[in-house]
């Protein structure tokens, strides 16, 4: 009998640890979603975004760099991407909120160039913008040797991760599989944040699955790009409310919005001494920069957009590490 109940013993972990999930982009079974897929109702709308290091065991090196907040907004492939470096994160809201229906809530979008280079992130949410909640994630990926800068992961290991799929394909995420935790309202879902989960497989700097199995992805990467580089967040379930603001040290408002001739961005400083204020239009093209120094903590900047199209335009704060981003309507009708 003892036998007997070892042999089932060992069959169930090896069933474990064979254990797969959905494949790639395009390959039958897969869960990835294509950008231009008509199931997506909206895009991210508000972003702020935290850096990391480009390698967070040589902090000399400094953060990640590319891309800003502005590049997480609209649809997936349109305006380039912000990258998060070793365990950044970014904050993300909407116009409404997500709301839990049958099926995917949303999907996240990463600029992998392969359907083997994934690069990895948690997802959390949050209902009131101060609570968040993770999605339980599986990396059943090896932990015993470090995939390197350029190295390669099987997708069919990985569940519940941002950066499944390759770019233009988001990986969707369902509200139901969150359904018990408390604190949490599935049905009104106001905040996502996206976090790099580093990938490096030292005890030091290793981050776990919900098994506590190490997550391995490639690393290092020491680079302006490195880490998690998130391109956008599609809205499948949504509600009609009201977004909240994002829930960050780096908050500002554009009034007025609609604009036509000026805007006054008005913001309470931190603890950061130089700030940035960069206006970018849909694309991505860098439009004014003003640059100013803190000197008391409510600041109102003008700035002069007279000479702007009808349009869609996008704000941005930055400081060394931190960067949010809103969107600003230009009517000259």
Same mark, same amino acid.
């Given at each position: 009998?003892?036998?007997?109940?070892?042999?089932?013993?060992?069959?169930?972990?090896?069933?474990?640890?064979?254990?797969?999930?959905? +494949?790639?982009?395009?390959?039958?079974?897969?869960?990835?979603?294509?950008?231009?897929?008509?199931?997506?109702?909206?895009?991210?709308?508000?972003?702020?975004? !935290?850096?990391?290091?480009? @390698?967070?065991?040589?902090?000399?090196?400094?953060?990640?760099?590319?891309?800003?907040?502005?590049?997480?907004?609209?649809?997936?492939?349109?305006?380039? =991407?912000?990258?998060?470096?070793?365990?950044?994160? =970014?904050?993300?809201?909407?116009?409404?909120?997500?709301?839990?229906?049958?099926?995917?809530?949303?999907? !996240?979008?990463?600029?992998?160039?392969?359907?083997?280079?994934?690069?990895?992130?948690? !997802?959390?949410?949050?209902?009131?913008?101060?609570?968040?909640?993770?999605?339980?994630?599986?990396?059943?990926?090896?932990?015993?040797?470090?995939?390197?800068?350029?190295?390669?992961?099987?997708?069919?290991?990985?569940?519940?991760?941002?950066?499944?799929?390759?770019?233009?394909?988001?990986?969707?995420?369902?509200?139901?599989?969150?359904?018990?935790?408390?604190?949490?309202?599935? *049905?009104?879902?106001?905040?996502?944040?996206?976090?790099?989960?580093?990938?490096?497989?030292?005890?030091?700097?290793?981050?776990?699955?919900?098994?506590?199995?190490?997550?391995?992805?490639?690393?290092?990467? +020491?680079?302006?790009?490195?880490? $998690?580089?998130?391109?956008? !967040?599609? =809205?499948?379930?949504?509600?009609?409310?009201?977004?909240?603001?994002?829930?960050?040290?780096?908050?500002?408002?554009?009034?007025?919005?609609?604009?036509?001739?000026?805007?006054?961005?008005?913001?309470?400083?931190? *603890?950061?001494?130089?700030?940035?204020?960069?206006?970018?239009?849909?694309?991505? %093209?860098?439009?004014?920069?003003?640059?100013? $120094?803190? *000197?008391? %903590?409510?600041?109102?900047?003008?700035? @002069?957009?007279?000479?702007?199209?009808?349009?869609?335009?996008?704000?941005?704060?930055?400081?060394?590490?931190?960067?949010?981003?809103?969107?600003?309507?230009?009517? *000259?009708?």
């Amino acid at each position: 009998m003892k036998r007997l109940l070892l042999i089932c013993y060992l069959s169930l972990i090896r069933l474990v640890v064979v254990a797969q999930f959905a +494949p790639p982009a395009g390959q039958l079974g897969t869960t990835a979603i294509h950008k231009d897929s008509s199931v997506f109702v909206e895009w991210a709308t508000n972003c702020s975004v !935290v850096r990391g290091y480009q @390698d967070i065991s040589k902090t000399s090196l400094g953060y990640a760099s590319t891309g800003d907040s502005s590049m997480a907004l609209g649809k997936a492939g349109t305006n380039g =991407v912000v990258s998060l470096g070793d365990g950044g994160y =970014v904050t993300i809201t909407f116009l409404n909120a997500i709301s839990d229906k049958p099926g995917w809530d949303f999907a !996240v979008f990463e600029n992998s160039f392969s359907d083997t280079f994934l690069e990895l992130a948690f !997802v959390e949410v949050s209902s009131d913008g101060i609570n968040y909640f993770r999605f339980p994630c599986t990396a059943y990926t090896q932990d015993t040797l470090q995939i390197n800068g350029f190295g390669n992961t099987d997708a069919t290991k990985i569940d519940n991760l941002a950066g499944k799929y390759r770019a233009m394909y988001g990986t969707p995420f369902d509200l139901q599989q969150l359904s018990l935790q408390s604190g949490l309202n599935i *049905n009104v879902i106001t905040h996502v944040k996206i976090i790099d989960v580093v990938g490096c497989i030292q005890d030091t700097f290793a981050r776990y699955d919900q098994y506590g199995n190490k997550i391995n992805d490639p690393w290092n990467t +020491p680079f302006p790009s490195s880490g $998690f580089d998130l391109d956008a !967040v599609g =809205v499948i379930h949504s509600l009609p409310q009201e977004v909240k603001n994002v829930n960050t040290s780096l908050a500002f408002n554009i009034y007025p919005n609609p604009a036509k001739n000026f805007i006054s961005v008005s913001l309470v400083t931190t *603890n950061a001494l130089q700030y940035k204020i960069v206006l970018t239009d849909i694309l991505g %093209k860098e439009i004014k920069t003003i640059n100013f $120094f803190q *000197n008391n %903590k409510q600041q109102n900047i003008r700035m @002069d957009i007279s000479e702007l199209n009808s349009g869609i335009y996008f704000i941005s704060v930055f400081t060394q590490t931190e960067t949010t981003t809103q969107k600003l309507i230009v009517s *000259n009708d």
